[in-house]
């Protein structure tokens, strides 16, 4: 058996590669002049982990060429584990006519791979779309296990939409879990209030999310938060995309912690241990 790191995933997969004790393949990667993408695996394999998110669209490629390069070396068995993945959040068809991403991405995955493992999926119904292949991965217990290490008083989501996860990180973590009112405006903005029975004068914040994307609703939140009085925010996500750069959180939060889903300056609470822990269940290794 090999662990194959697609581009985006592969320190990652090194990391997995040293706890399960299993080499990573070695594989031929590169960019012909047009841009369009070559893989060639370098060795006759019989079992291979594919490691691979489906975020940017470029991942999705490189998932599908491995998986046939792979075949053509000689794997009859193929597992998938997605870090993160991508096309998540269209997860229905919110306006007439809409594609729905998710169970289009599922769809491909799942005719090509024996299982697929995800580490926090955007939603249940996306995660549904992988029928009996998909397996979750929930990363609430290691970030409720940093929240804890660092100083914090309360856990706070930004919404509604992150509180069962919050509360998890709040067990973990032994804090008090709240949840603020968000409305999305935009893509990139989003009015955020806090409920009035809600008293933050001079506590430390985490304030919890599974995604940083434009980081629209961790700069409002964080915001607000200051604003009733919180006295310092350490932020901690799963997914850090920030899609803008990480440059303009500094001045407005005091910490960011992301796992390493999406690998990053800020990726500093690892998967690794979780992922290759539901890996060698599954494998009976
Ligand atoms: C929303 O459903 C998610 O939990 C995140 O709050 C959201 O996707 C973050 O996006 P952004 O960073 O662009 O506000």
Redesign the pocket.
Known sequence: MRIVPTYNSEGLASKMSSIMEIPLARVTRRRFADGELYIKIEEELDESIVVGSTYPDQGIIDILLTHNALKNAGSKRQILVVPYFGYA?QDSMFQPYEAISAKVISDILYERFEKIFVVNM?SPEGMAFLKDKGIEIRAEVIIGEQVAKDDNDIVVS??D??IDEARNISRVSGKEAIALE?KRIS??K?QISIPDDIKLDGKRIALV??????????LEASRILKQHGASKINVYCIHG?F?SGTSKYSGFVDSISTTDTIEGPFSKISVSNLVATKLREYLFL
């Open positions: 959040r955007h930004p919404d939409g992150f968000k893509d990139t989003v999310d599974d995604l940083i994307s434009t980081g629209g609703t961790i995309l899609i």
